[in-house]
Structures are given as C-alpha cells and as structure tokens.
C-alpha cells in the first residue's frame, strides 16, 4: 500500500490578525532549522513528533504541548514510522502580548513561556478550540477573542498568577451595564469592543472582570442567552429556519452543535418532546 504524501494545511484567521493554523501530517519530512516571529503553539495529536529547540532534544507524544517562543531555533520530524499528525497555532506577539497583561502578566513585553514540552489539559483545549474556531471559520470576532484570552490566562496561571480577589466592587455596576447591552442587543452582531465600551472599561481589563463576575467569557454569556431564548421560541412552535437566522447561528448544523450541549438534544428534537 502507497503511503499517504505529506501534507500541510494553514488557514489564517478571518477575525483576527497574524494568528495562523497548521494542520500537518507527516512521515518522511524534516525541518530543517528555523525560527517564527510568532508563538507557536503545538498540539501533537496521533505519532511521535521528536525536535531540538535550543540545543535541546524532545519527544512529543499524542496530548502533549510544545511550545516555541518568537525567535526561537527548532526543527523537527516524525519519530517513528507511523504519520505524525498535530495541529499548531501561530500567534503575533501583537496579538498575545495584549491578552498577557489583562491576565496580570507583567513583563508581556518579549514574554517568554519557559516549557518546551508538557501536558496541560486546559491549555490544550484552548488551543484546539482556536484551531478549530479559525479552520472551520463559523466564529465570530468575539468568540476569537475570548478564547485568545483564555489562552493567555492558562499562561498566566502556569505562572502562579490568581486573580480570584483582585475585581473592585466599583466593577460590578459597569459589568451589570454591559450585561443589559448584550441583552438589549442580542440579536445583533456585537464585538469585545463594543460592550467593553458601554461599560467603560479597556476590553482587556473588561474581558478579564467580566470572566469573574459572570464565570463565563462575554461571548459565552451571548450565546447561553441566544440559546435561552430560542428555547423558549421552539417551546411557541417557532420554525428552526427563523431561529438560526434570527439568532446568528451560521446554518442549522450550527444551531444543532451549539443546543445540544446544553440542553442534550438537538433543537428538533426539543421541539418535538414540549409540543408532543
């Protein structure tokens, strides 16, 4: 049987800039040695990726993170005689760097993430859900943005940086502004900036207060409404065409992957069962 070839996918991100995905697989290629002006975030997904980084030799089994700083010397390959298949995140330190600080990073500026290699369960969901996010290209700017911090506060927790009680309450009436301008505009398309705006706050401090207050980011607490009140529309007999357009759902695939989730059916199917 013929060996699949070596295959390299990108795909650039359609709402944010200078973040890029790479989707690889891999069975006799090398790279040769090189350096990226962005992080690169690594996911290895099935095989053995084996790599020097800085003089330094590693072995990357399926879960594990690799991560290289900007400017950082690497090369690498498949390990062993199965395809190694992983995905890896490319993002301008003019992209992190901002998300670094809300997250309480200090020196953002040419930060540094001192692990090569690890394993690290909430890092490498973040990751794969920004790749997905950019490949399948369905998100919105707001949703990219929220799972950019979300990286950035994983980071800053592998740092041993806690905000737990670092919120003023004079934060809670502008968070409690920004929570009626999403309801009062849930059937528009709204960005970070503009709920950060209404309540008057950078949208970085603001995305990381908000994440506090509400234990969601603002694009999550969006959709939970949007997904609240479909439900009750589906309970009046409202069609599922109408609802996916009304409530920005990209077709009824995505509707269906969004309900189900939360509510373990799919819309159709609630529909079905309050209406029966």
Do not use: W
């Not at 890896?88 to 809300?102: A, R």
């Not at 995305?207 to 309970?235: D, K, S």
């Amino acid at each position: 049987m013929m060996k699949q070839s070596n295959q390299f996918q990108y795909a650039k991100s359609q709402q944010l800039e200078k973040i890029t995905v790479l989707q690889a697989t891999m069975r006799d290629f090398s790279y040769g040695k090189h350096a990226h002006e962005e992080y690169s975030f690594g996911v290895t997904l099935t095989g053995r990726q084996d790599f020097f980084a800085s003089g330094v030799f590693y072995r990357s089994l399926p879960g594990n993170i690799l991560v290289f700083n900007p400017g950082e010397v690497h090369d690498g390959q498949s390990g062993i005689d199965d395809a190694l298949h992983y995905k890896m995140l490319y993002i301008h330190p003019e992209q992190l760097e901002p998300m670094l600080k809300c997250a309480g990073i200090q020196n953002y500026k040419n930060f540094k993430i001192p692990q090569t290699l690890f394993d690290d369960k909430v890092l490498r969901t973040h990751l794969l859900n920004m790749a997905q996010l950019i490949d399948e290209n369905d998100s919105n700017r707001l949703q990219q943005e929220c799972t950019l911090y979300q990286i950035a506060h994983t980071l800053a927790n592998k740092r041993g940086i806690d905000h737990a009680n670092d919120s003023p309450m004079k934060a809670d009436t502008l968070l409690l502004r920004a929570r009626d301008f999403i309801h009062d505009n849930i059937h528009q398309t709204t960005t970070l900036d503009d709920i950060s705006r209404h309540a008057h706050l950078s949208k970085y401090h603001f995305l990381r207060l908000f994440r506090q207050h509400f234990g969601m980011t603002p694009h999550q607490y969006v959709l939970n409404c949007r997904l609240n009140l479909a439900r009750n529309e589906l309970e009046n007999g409202a069609t599922l065409d109408d609802l996916v357009f009304k409530y920005g759902f990209s077709d009824l695939s995505h509707f269906n992957r969004r309900f189900k989730p939360v509510f373990g059916v799919t819309p159709k199917q609630y529909q079905q069962l309050c209406l029966s």
